[in-house]
């Protein structure tokens, strides 16, 4: 079935009263994956929902970005925005990272999004802007700076449904002590919303690891030498998850790029 989301479905009435001196944050997200069901259609209207109001909800203003549309040039959505939020979506094209072999449970790839998103995530970088990165978002982030990824995790049950299931369950994931993510959680183990059959592989130089699931695959990374990126493979703007963990990350993101919005 055919499906068009736009961007009135999932922006929330609250954005147009947020202050003025509000923190911009980019919001990129291809509201439009190819082979997109039912199911996904409306995750993504829901998910989207939910991460554009709680960003609000925490004092920031969105400028949201449809990467299947590529509507404005990178560098100057680094420029406008005060930080930059990436949601989840389709799989990343493995040819990016130098994976030939076809891959099962392939889903919704779009190469054009992925080269945008890539060079949005190098210009947001390049500035030094904070980068809050979700599930492909931190996949994206791991292959813009080089590194690659699992393009099928061989047992991905832990971390996604299987057939007839729901897509999206709990997973315990335990938190890298001194990590920035441990410091926003406030723990070594979270219990989080996942839905991937792919994860981040060779980790990419500048990046650490954050957090792990029970079997050892990577479900976080950030970037020590930056002012705040940090990417999860979870999926927070579930609302089937934590509340207060949502808050507790968006709102840690909301945080730098305030601090970003006072020295412009």
Request: aromatic share 4%.
């Amino acid at each position: 079935m055919s499906h068009n989301i736009t961007l009135s479905d999932v922006m929330p009435e609250s954005n147009a009263s947020m202050p003025s001196d509000a923190p911009t944050v980019a919001v990129v997200v291809s509201l439009n994956i190819p082979q997109m069901t039912d199911e996904v259609a409306g995750l993504v209207v829901r998910f989207t929902r939910v991460a554009l109001t709680e960003l609000n909800d925490v004092g920031a203003k969105i400028v949201l970005l449809d990467s299947s549309k590529s509507p404005l040039d990178p560098a100057a959505i680094a420029d406008l925005a005060d930080g930059v939020l990436f949601l989840g979506g389709g799989d990343v094209d493995a040819r990016i990272y130098g994976h030939t072999e076809p891959v099962n449970h392939e889903y919704g790839v779009d190469r054009a999004a992925d080269d945008y998103c890539i060079d949005i995530i190098k210009a947001t970088i390049e500035r030094d802007a904070p980068l809050l990165c979700i599930c492909r978002g931190s996949q994206l982030l791991n292959v813009a700076l080089g590194g690659d990824l699992i393009p099928d995790i061989e047992n991905y049950h832990p971390h996604r449904g299987g057939s007839g299931d729901p897509m999206f369950k709990d997973e315990p994931v335990i938190l890298e002590p001194g990590s920035k993510t441990h410091e926003i959680f406030g723990r070594e183990r979270v219990a989080v919303r996942s839905g991937h059959h792919q994860a981040v592989n060779r980790v990419a130089e500048g990046l650490v690891v954050s957090a792990r699931a029970e079997d050892g695959v990577v479900e976080g990374t950030e970037m020590p030498s930056a002012r705040w990126v940090v990417g999860v493979q979870w999926h927070p703007e579930d609302d089937d998850g934590s509340a207060s963990d949502r808050r507790a990350l968006f709102q840690a993101f909301v945080d730098q790029t305030k601090l970003v919005r006072t020295t412009r």
